[in-house]
């Protein structure tokens, strides 16, 4: 089982000739409305990814708040029609989440809304988590409160289970942090802003991935866009997958496709090894780029398969 805890958003993507100056008013071409937030898109990678497996229990859960109006509840429905339980989200006395995404050619601008997704608790954290086992994973970003996310990754590693942490949007964190996180994925900006490096080419890469190492992570994933990840399994297996390359129609959901399929496949799906599960999800990404939107925009198993010709898409 996945339990992902992370924010729930109504996503407005608006589609533009180019972004409007200071002060300036332009009409955008086209408009799209429906489910995002980092959190959700990665559930529903998961799921959607998952539906290969699915022996009739949902292969991921979602952790998260949103408001008790029409909005939340059109939500909450999204993600259920997507395969992500729903059981732990509730809806409370304030606001959905929102972002605000303009879109212009492979340029995209992201303002976010944080509205009930700043009500999550420890309460329930623990609620979610209390029959989690050592074969479970918790994937979490940082769009909900950090000293929440903080509790939720100390919780899981105290139940043996495997953490994961894609530091979006990136912020100063504490060392307690990086000693909860098995799987840590950030990408060049959130590297940056993590550790100081710019990971512009393999030297700083690899600098980049010993500091997350230093911190205490065991696997490091650097999500790099068109030039593909960098990977190091705690000094062990360092290499580079580049992303295959495609026509980037909607860079937003790439990264949060990308993560959500690392932590279906790596390590729940046996046949896979962390390289191969790394390649696995650069590859789903790909797809994502190719396609408008955030969920509706992320793979099933069988698209990423039949582009790749590979059961297991190497």
């Not at 992902?4 to 533009?16: A, F, K, T, Y």
């Not at 972004?19 to 009409?27: C, M, S």
């Not at 929440?148 to 979006?168: D, E, F, H, K, W």
């Not at 993560?259 to 790909?286: D, I, K, W």
Request: aromatic share 8%.
């Amino acid at each position: 089982m996945i339990y992902v805890l992370g924010s729930i958003n109504q996503d407005i993507s608006l589609e533009m000739e180019r972004l409007p100056k200071k002060g300036e008013t332009l009409i955008a071409d086209g408009c799209r409305m429906g489910l995002g937030g980092k959190g959700a898109n990665q559930a529903v990678a998961i799921a959607r990814l998952a539906r290969k497996y699915d022996d009739g229990r949902k292969a991921v859960h979602m952790i998260g708040k949103v408001g008790a109006d029409a909005v939340g509840t059109e939500l909450i429905n999204k993600l259920n029609e997507y395969g992500v339980g729903t059981d732990y989200v509730g809806q409370v006395n304030r606001a959905t989440g929102t972002a605000v995404i303009t879109v212009s050619g492979k340029d995209n601008r992201i303002m976010v809304y944080g509205g009930a997704n700043l009500g999550i608790t420890k309460s329930d954290v623990d609620e979610a988590l209390q029959n989690a086992t050592s074969s479970d994973t918790l994937l979490c970003q940082l769009e909900v409160p950090t000293y929440i996310v903080g509790y939720a990754l100390r919780q899981a590693r105290s139940y043996g289970m495997t953490t994961i942490l894609n530091p979006a949007p990136a912020k100063e964190l504490p060392d307690d942090f990086y000693y909860n996180v098995d799987i840590i994925a950030p990408n060049e900006t959130e590297t940056q802003i993590l550790t100081g490096i710019n990971p512009k080419d393999w030297d700083s890469q690899y600098a980049a991935m010993q500091e997350f190492h230093r911190r205490g992570v065991r696997y490091v994933v650097l999500t790099l866009g068109s030039n593909g990840c960098a990977i190091s399994d705690n000094g062990k297996l360092i290499a580079h997958l580049p992303a295959r390359k495609v026509t980037a129609v909607d860079t937003t959901g790439a990264g949060d496709t990308f993560v959500g399929a690392l932590a279906l496949t790596y390590p729940h799906v046996g046949m896979y090894s962390f390289q191969e599960a790394c390649l696995f999800a650069t590859r789903a990404s790909s797809l994502t780029v190719s396609r408008r939107g955030a969920a509706e925009s992320i793979p099933t198993f069988d698209e990423v398969c039949e582009l790749y010709s590979n059961k297991i898409g190497r």
